[in-house]
T-cell receptor
């Protein structure tokens, strides 16, 4: 069972930053927050993960609240190719990933 | 240069048949997985192998038998296929680092249709 809550869908404008929220109020102290996405008809793709601190890589930034009960994935400049289902997952780091329904993000021109 | 490759990409077969899906990774990873994505798009782990040893076996019918001939391969054999086995099956791999695994790399999936 997924331990996270995400909006079912959202739109964002091409070229703008996309902020994807995730609630994980029951996260344990040893669990990480992972983000994956699945573009239509493809396999899931890893984006980023974090434990406590904010993280940034070439794809996105991850902002985790101080109490770790929620986080936000930020796509700094959304492109049409970022249209996908985004999954927020909590895991102890063993890749026993429990994918929920995810957030269907559509980037609009 | 596909990192995690699955074959076949599509598989249509009749109920009762036995079929196999093959997976190979060229990333030098030591852990491989099979995930199943059902018609409602939920993605769930089925099996995990580390260095050819089974480490995760979720409540999957014993008609499903994974086989890992070496660290780079994890094949999935399914006996007596049923209509409910229709789904997309994803192979994935990662590297074990201490008590944790690196992020998982997924293949493109095998769409299995049982008729």
């Amino acid at each position: 069972d997924a331990k996270t809550t995400q909006p079912p869908s959202m739109d964002c404008a091409e070229g703008r930053a996309a902020n994807l929220p995730c609630n994980h109020s029951t996260i344990s102290g040893n669990e990480y927050v992972y983000w994956y996405r699945q573009i239509h008809s493809q396999g899931p793709q890893y984006i980023i993960h974090g434990l406590k601190n904010n993280e940034t890589n070439e794809m996105a930034s991850l902002i985790i609240t101080e109490d770790r009960k929620s986080s936000t994935l930020i796509l700094p400049h959304a492109t049409l190719r970022d249209t996908a289902v985004y999954y927020c997952i909590v895991s102890q780091g063993n890749n026993r990933l429990a994918f929920g329904k995810g957030n269907q993000v559509v980037v609009i021109p | 240069d596909t990192a995690v490759s699955q074959t076949p990409k599509y598989l249509v077969t009749q109920m009762g048949n036995d079929k196999s899906i093959k997976c190979e990774q060229n990333l030098g990873h030591d852990t491989m997985y099979w995930y199943k994505q059902d018609s409602k798009k939920f993605l769930k782990i089925m099996f995990s192998y580390n260095n050819k040893e089974l480490i995760i076996n979720e409540t999957v019918p014993n008609r499903f038998s994974p086989k890992s001939p070496d660290k780079a391969h994890l094949n999935l054999h399914i006996n007596s296929l049923e209509l409910g086995d229709s789904a997309v099956y994803f192979c994935a791999s990662s590297l074990r680092q201490g008590s944790r695994d690196t992020e998982a790399f997924f293949g493109q999936g095998t769409r299995l249709t049982v008729v």
